[in-house]
Structure formats: C-alpha cells, structure tokens
C-alpha cells in the first residue's frame, strides 16, 4: 500500500515535470485570422444555401399536399360520375314514359287508371330531380341560350326563325351537369341564317 502511494505521487510529479511549458509562449492557431474569415463566410454561405433548399422543399411539400387535397375533395364529389351517368338514362326513360301517359290521359279522360299513373310517374320524376340536385346533378335546359361546344352536340340545324343564329332551338336529349362539370351533353340543334 505504501509502495502504491509513492508510485502515484512519483507519476504525478513526472507529469508536473513534462507539463510544464514556457508561460510567455502562446499556443499557436493552426488557422490565421485570414482563413478563419474565409472559413466563416463559406459557412454563412452554406448556411443561406441550405435555408433557401429548405424553404423550396417546404413549398413543394405545401403544394403537394395541396394538390393531394384537392384530388382527394374531386374524387369525393366526382366518384359518383359513372353511377350518375347511368341513372340519368333511368330518368329519361321515366320522362318519356310520364309525357306518353300525359299525352293518353287528357283532361276528359274516362280512364282514371291512366290518370293515377301519370301522376305517380310525375311524382317519382319530381322526386327523382329531387335527389339530383341534393347531390349536384343538374339537368341543363339550354333552349335559346348560346351553343356551347362543352356542354352541347349539335345534330341538326334548323333555321333562325326568330332566333339569333348559334343558339340552340331545340333539344331532343337533355344534358346534365354534376357540380358544374358536364357528364353528358345536350343533343341540341342550333338555329342558322336561312340560305337562299
């Protein structure tokens, strides 16, 4: 144990010894003032490079997500496209089939069963227009308005009478719109100058 102190105090007396340095020298920089600055500005420039990456990354990332949540939002008011497309065939069929009974049933009629069921084919249709509109389905009536080659096909021309030119003078199939985007155009003939 005695033997263990000495040796102890003898290291750190011979540490003292080889610790001990020159006090007027100063410990020399491995770098000048010259280079430190040049280092410093490099950095700075690093720095504003790395903060103008981060501040497009964090635009491209707020752009992505928005797009994502506009996509999102489209196919949650357009996914029942197809489903509307086929049930607007549904409702023309009902609309013809209610225009036949009303065109059977006249005011004089004596056939009240004809009577009744025009009146229950005009319900359902009203019904049904109904719940269009509750979800954005909208039948276009474009009769006299401007031809729109986005919301109308035109199959015939007919002459202006009374009309202006381009505008639509009859419709032989109704067009819908499903929150303002078209999802089947208006079968529309347009109104032309009369040609001699």
Same mark, same amino acid.
């Given at each position: 144990s005695p033997c263990a102190f000495s040796t102890a105090a003898q290291q750190r007396s011979t540490g003292d010894e080889c610790g001990s340095e020159d006090p007027s020298e100063e410990p020399?920089?491995?770098?000048?003032?010259?280079?430190? $600055?040049?280092?410093?500005?490099?950095?700075e420039e690093q720095v504003r490079d790395?903060?103008?990456r981060y501040r497009k990354a964090l635009a491209d990332s707020e752009n992505v997500r928005r797009r994502t949540q506009k996509f999102v939002e489209d196919a949650k008011l357009f996914g029942i496209q197809s489903f509307c497309r086929d049930l607007v065939e549904v409702a023309d069929i009902?609309? #013809?089939?209610? $225009?036949?009974?009303?065109?059977?049933a006249g005011p004089g009629d004596p056939n009240p069963t004809l009577k009744k069921i025009y009146e229950g084919l005009s319900l359902i249709e009203a019904k049904l227009?109904?719940?269009?509109?509750?979800?954005?389905?909208? #039948?276009?009536?474009?009769?006299?308005?401007?031809?729109?080659?986005?919301?109308?096909?035109i199959i015939c021309h007919v002459p202006a009478e009374g009309m202006q030119p381009g505008t639509v003078a009859l419709v032989t199939q109704d067009g819908y719109k499903l929150h303002g985007r078209t999802i089947r155009h208006a079968l529309v003939g347009v109104a032309v100058e009369a040609q001699e």
């Amino acid at each position: 144990s005695p033997c263990a102190f000495s040796t102890a105090a003898q290291q750190r007396s011979t540490g003292d010894e080889c610790g001990s340095e020159d006090p007027s020298e100063e410990p020399k920089h491995p770098l000048s003032d010259c280079a430190l $600055e040049h280092k410093a500005i490099k950095l700075e420039e690093q720095v504003r490079d790395l903060t103008e990456r981060y501040r497009k990354a964090l635009a491209d990332s707020e752009n992505v997500r928005r797009r994502t949540q506009k996509f999102v939002e489209d196919a949650k008011l357009f996914g029942i496209q197809s489903f509307c497309r086929d049930l607007v065939e549904v409702a023309d069929i009902l609309e #013809k089939t209610a $225009e036949s009974a009303a065109g059977h049933a006249g005011p004089g009629d004596p056939n009240p069963t004809l009577k009744k069921i025009y009146e229950g084919l005009s319900l359902i249709e009203a019904k049904l227009q109904g719940v269009f509109a509750k979800h954005g389905l909208q #039948k276009m009536n474009p009769v006299g308005g401007r031809y729109d080659p986005y919301d109308h096909e035109i199959i015939c021309h007919v002459p202006a009478e009374g009309m202006q030119p381009g505008t639509v003078a009859l419709v032989t199939q109704d067009g819908y719109k499903l929150h303002g985007r078209t999802i089947r155009h208006a079968l529309v003939g347009v109104a032309v100058e009369a040609q001699e």
